[in-house]
């Protein structure tokens, strides 16, 4: 239990790459919110990323599943939970091509349990919240934004592969098309989160992001695969012929927009997160190698494979991954201007002080 009256929001998955980046921002941030953050630590999650929280007075970790509906129920009711905001899942295509069962557990039916139990314990009854949450907002011209709400992290993924033209963007209203099992439970739970809205009047938003980058992010990811297996002089491995394109976001600029939403977003509205920086995966692993070459020459620690030589020689294209989508990119217009939100990194910025970080790591 925390000792203040401050509102408390329920944040799943918080251990995970992104949440793990959230929460720490966000308690600075914010000194009004008790953050509760419930994830069941699967491979993915994994508790040094938070240490610098873990004693922090306003935070407090919950281990366990998002589908355990007494155990959601139990932390509804003892926490007053007045807010949602949803980052846990399953994550990993490659994992969802092999094992999709728990994508849509996780995914699917995870979302699910919380949405249902978070209706029932904020709402009467169809579009009508209990007083105590009307009463609470005490300004009578507080609209959805200050009702407890329900915000789902969700993916670009849910719209399936784009064409190599570059004008050719994923909007809020493109339609979604999803590939891979991952995407597909991530699609899904869209939808349920949509129906709650429709159905039920509840209080909630969607943000759909690309791909992110940063620290923190799990070891099996593009990002640190590069870095790990060019410092330890192992061969780098590329899908395909590398030229799939993803459009990269800092972790922090997809904080920052989740925040915004969060706090300013319109109830039932899906908002597209993105960083306007297509890259093939080549520009990627090419750029880090150059970074690489520059911090840590392949001299300086790996002697025996030849000074002067760089990173580039490690790149090893490997079969492509099943159904491997071209090309996602994101136009996210209607967040920044509807919202004012803006990314602060470029990419140059943000893949410096990502390396920074893993070398760090890494050392
Ligand atoms: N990483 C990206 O590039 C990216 C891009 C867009 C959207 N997203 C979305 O953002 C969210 C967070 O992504 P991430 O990269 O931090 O993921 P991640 O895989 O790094 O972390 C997921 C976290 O969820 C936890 N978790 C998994 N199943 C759970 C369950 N049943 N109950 C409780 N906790 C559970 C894991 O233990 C882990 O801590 C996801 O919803 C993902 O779909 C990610």
Request: aromatic share 12%; hydrophobic share 30%.
């Given at each position: 239990m925390?000792?203040n ?8 998955g ?11 921002y966000?308690?600075?941030?914010y000194?009004?919110?008790n953050?509760?953050n ?5 491979y993915a999650?994994?508790?040094?990323n938070?240490k610098?929280?873990?004693?922090h007075?306003?935070y407090k970790?919950i281990?366990g ?10 932390i509804?009711?003892?926490y ?8 846990a ?10 094992n ?25 009854k169809?579009?009508?919240y209990r007083d105590r949450?009307l009463a609470?907002?005490n ?6 934004a200050?009702l ?20 050719d ?9 999803p ?6 439970s ?18 909630c938003?969607v ?11 799990h070891?099996?990811?593009?990002i640190?695969t590069?870095?790990?297996n060019?410092?330890?002089g192992n061969?780098?491995?590329?899908y ?18 989740i ?5 300013t977003?319109?109830?039932?509205e899906?908002?597209n997160?993105?960083?306007r ?9 090419n ?20 000074s ?16 491997h ?7 996210a ?17 943000g893949?410096?002080?990502t390396v920074?970080?893993?070398l760090?790591k890494?050392?």
């Open positions: 925390f000792n009256n401050n509102k408390t929001i329920l944040l799943t918080c251990a995970g790459f992104i949440g793990s980046n959230f929460v720490p966000f308690l600075k941030k000194e009004n919110y953050l509760v419930l994830d069941v630590l699967t999650g994994d508790l040094e938070l610098e929280v873990e004693n007075p306003r970790f281990k599943n998002i589908c355990n509906r007494e155990l959601v129920e139990f509804f009711n003892g007053d939970i007045q807010g949602v905001i949803h980052f899942a399953e994550s990993h295509v490659d994992n969802s091509i092999k999709p069962g728990v994508f849509i557990e996780t995914n699917v039916n995870g979302t699910f349990t919380l949405l249902d139990i978070a209706y029932r314990y904020w709402m009467e169809p579009f009508k949450y609470a907002n300004d009578p011209l507080s609209t959805e200050s407890p709400r329900f915000h789902h992290i969700s993916t670009d993924e849910v719209y399936g592969t784009l064409s190599e033209d570059s004008n963007l994923f909007t809020e209203k493109t339609p979604y098309s590939n891979s099992p991952y995407s597909a991530k699609a899904s739970s869209d939808m349920v989160v949509r129906s709650y809205v429709e159905t039920y009047g509840m209080n938003v943000t759909n992001c690309s791909n992110n980058y940063g620290p923190k992010q070891d099996e990811k593009l640190p590069i870095i790990r060019a410092l330890q061969p780098i491995p590329i395909g012929d590398g030229k799939n394109i993803r459009d990269w976001l800092y972790v922090l600029d997809h904080c920052k927009g925040d915004l939403v969060y706090h977003g319109k109830t039932g899906t908002y997160i993105g960083g920086n297509e890259k093939t995966n080549l520009q990627i692993v750029r880090i190698c150059e970074i690489l070459d520059e911090k840590v020459p392949r001299s300086s620690c790996h002697s025996e494979l030849g002067g030589s760089s990173y580039k020689e490690l790149i090893t294209f490997v079969a492509d991954r099943a159904g989508d071209r090309r996602y990119a994101i136009d217009t209607k967040l920044e201007n509807e919202l004012g939100w803006k990314a602060d990194e470029t990419f140059d910025t893949i410096m002080k920074e970080w893993y760090e890494y050392k």
